[in-house]
């Protein structure tokens, strides 16, 4: 069975804008990318003494159930180049699974709908432009809603 997967997409090092390309099509791999939403440039959160970002959010339908999905993509980051210094250090890719169908799930690696998601303009804008009407699954508000209550 297909479930339809969120991702959110971010990058502030090296070639930014290739990072993703390159991560987009590694996820490709995983399942089929039916949505990509423009890219944009965003300051970045938490640790702000690091380069902006770029920021992008993709749907996509795969066979991979959650677990497997993180795996998954935490690989391709890691094939881009990403290591994990220290929380919200930069790094050459990010992917965060926002929304998996309509899972509300809280384990100890993985949190869904992702936890943070109502308060990231960076991920609701993207996630926006794409699927405005998709309801986080935990609250029932459209992503368009979100965006707006920011």
């Not at 490709?28 to 970045?44: D, H, K």
């Not at 902006?52 to 959650?66: E, G, I, K, V, Y």
Request: positive net charge; glycine residues 6%; contains cysteine.
């Amino acid at each position: 069975m297909l479930a339809e997967a969120y991702l959110g997409l971010g990058s502030n090092l090296g070639d930014r804008r290739a990072n993703i390309e390159l991560g987009l099509a590694m996820l490709g791999r995983l399942g089929v990318v039916m949505a990509v939403s423009s890219m944009r440039e965003t300051l970045p959160e938490g640790f702000s003494r690091q380069p902006p970002f770029l920021n992008a959010a993709c749907r996509m339908w795969t066979s991979l159930d959650p677990f497997q999905l993180l795996a998954k993509v935490q690989a391709v980051e890691r094939a881009v180049g990403r290591h994990r210094a220290f929380p919200n250090a930069p790094r050459t890719l990010d992917i965060d699974i926002l929304v998996f169908s309509r899972a509300v799930l809280e384990a100890p690696h993985l949190i869904l709908p992702h936890p943070r998601l109502r308060e990231r303009r960076f991920a609701l804008e993207p996630l926006s432009e794409i699927a405005p009407g998709l309801r986080h699954p935990a609250t029932g508000e459209t992503i368009a809603a979100l965006l707006l209550s920011l």
